[in-house]
């Protein structure tokens, strides 16, 4: 296809296109003679990301422009692409954040593998701020959320393992990041508000919140 018809298929103005191009977020076509290249359905699913990142998870040009050159990154396997994507999408902590004593219960030898990661690094942070917030995390309490985030990742894993491309990959960790972190918030509120309803909760008799 061409740019004409690129940019109809894909729903991004040419002018928008071209900018990508130039920027080297979208990779040059097929050059057919001095005025015209030859585009794919890769150079379509590049922009599908391209607009997610944008519309949907808010991500700058440049945080884009990284993104894509992970991608295009031979060395870089997919499983610290996913990380990277992850990173940014969250904002998690790139300096080194010591371990919290909770956190040898989930990783290590606990039930989770996992090495030093920004992952890592902002659950350590935000569990040394819970200490010194004076609202400490309980061990329990962990380790019931941890049953059910490790169920949530379970599925989130299996739906990206069917991506068919890393640009799929990626829309569908960046994009499924963001989402159903949101999602997790607004169903864990209303989850709180049905208990407090029921029978013997807080907030027996009373509208919901």
């Known amino acids: 296809m061409q740019l004409k018809e690129l940019g109809l298929r894909s729903g991004v103005s040419t002018a928008s296109i071209k ?21 794919t359905q890769a150079h ?4 599908e990301l391209i607009k997610g990142l944008r519309t949907v998870v808010g991500l700058g040009l440049d945080r884009i422009k990284a993104v894509t050159a992970a991608i295009d990154d031979g060395q ?40 030093p990661s920004q992952a ?22 962990l380790a019931a959320y941890a049953d059910a985030v490790d169920q949530v990742a379970a599925l989130d894993l299996a739906s990206a393992e069917q991506a068919g491309s890393r640009d799929e990959l990626v829309l569908a960790v960046a994009v499924g990041t963001h989402l159903y972190s949101q999602l997790l918030l607004k169903m864990l509120a209303v989850a709180q508000a049905s208990r407090a309803m029921r029978p013997g909760g807080r907030g027996r008799g009373q509208g919901a919140p």
């Not at 379509?44 to 922009?47: D, E, G, H, M, S």
């Not at 942070?125 to 995390?137: F, K």
């Open 19 to 39: 900018f990508y191009l130039r920027e080297g977020l979208l990779p040059r076509g097929r050059t057919m003679d001095s005025s015209r290249a030859e585009y």
């Open 44 to 47: 379509l699913r590049r922009l």
């Open 76 to 115: 870089l396997g997919d499983v610290e692409l996913m990380g990277r994507v992850q990173a940014m999408v969250l904002g998690l902590a790139e300096d080194p954040v010591p371990d919290h004593p909770l956190t040898a219960g989930l990783v290590g030898s606990g039930r989770w593998v996992d090495a």
């Open 120 to 141: 890592r690094n902002s659950l350590n942070q935000l569990l040394h701020r819970m200490d010194d917030l004076g609202v400490p995390a309980r061990a329990e309490v």
